[in-house]
């Protein structure tokens, strides 16, 4: 598909640069390490963040890339629009597409392979397998996400939002959870929204986790709390996903 077909697309599904941007829903324009992120379109429509991890090499969300679904991965070089298919996508073996509603275990993570080196202006990340943090711990969620549930031409421009992590079901092993430490759970605060999946969650300068799911008060489905899958605890296989393409990731084990 011809790339003008393909922004056209996700001009209309999104209405990118259509409207100023304020936050990540409840958050900021800006974030740490803007560089080393870019963004995942589906031929769904579906909009997503991708961490990069070498020149080569973006981590995701699978369910951005579930499905055999055309992707493009997207970014702008000034005002023109850049839209790359990828050469390969490696989903986790444990991704269940069905695991809300089977109430199952899932690793929402997916590897995507470029056939050619990202441009310089990429960095890659430094992905952190240190000691989660535990309840009450500030965490930085990022993404290219709506800054308003339900208004798509809001998605398209970096945003973050400074959370707290909670423990709802005690410590962790797969799932970190989040929320805005000001909305109390009783009204809309800030935290990810559609769009956002995919991107990193810092804890301080390292990604912790990747966004995945998001929920709201009042049967909204964004602004309550926020679910990352923890990376760490996963290394194994990104490590050895990426070793198979001839690529590394950048690792750090503290904070």
Aim: overall charge positive.
């Amino acid at each position: 598909m011809r790339i003008a077909n393909w922004f056209l697309g996700f001009g209309l599904a999104c209405g990118a640069g259509l409207a100023p941007a304020q936050a990540v829903v409840g958050g900021q324009e800006g974030g740490p390490a803007e560089a080393a992120t870019l963004m995942v379109l589906n031929a769904r429509g579906g909009v997503c963040t991708g961490i990069v991890l070498s020149a080569r090499a973006i981590l995701t969300a699978a369910h951005c890339a579930a499905g055999g679904t055309e992707l493009r991965i997207h970014w702008r070089a000034g005002s023109e629009p850049v839209l790359i298919a990828p050469a390969a996508v490696g989903l986790h073996p444990e991704f269940n597409a069905k695991a809300v509603s089977n109430r199952r275990r899932s690793i929402d993570l997916a590897l995507i392979r470029m056939a050619e080196p990202l441009p310089a202006r990429f960095v890659a990340a430094t992905l952190d397998d240190g000691a989660q943090p535990r309840a009450g711990a500030p965490v930085t969620l990022t993404g290219y996400g709506v800054s308003q549930e339900g208004e798509a031409r809001t998605t398209g421009t970096y945003r973050s939002a400074a959370l707290s992590v909670i423990e709802p079901y005690g410590p962790g092993h797969v799932l970190l959870w989040a929320a805005d430490p000001a909305g109390a759970g009783k009204r809309p605060g800030a935290g990810a929204c559609q769009g956002d999946s995919g991107g990193p969650i810092f804890s301080g300068a390292g990604v912790v986790a990747v966004s995945s799911w998001s929920t709201g008060p009042a049967k909204r489905n964004c602004g309550l709390l926020s679910q990352g899958i923890l990376i760490g605890p996963q290394r194994g296989w990104i490590d050895a996903t990426l070793a198979q393409w001839g690529e590394t990731a950048r690792w750090t084990s503290g904070r």
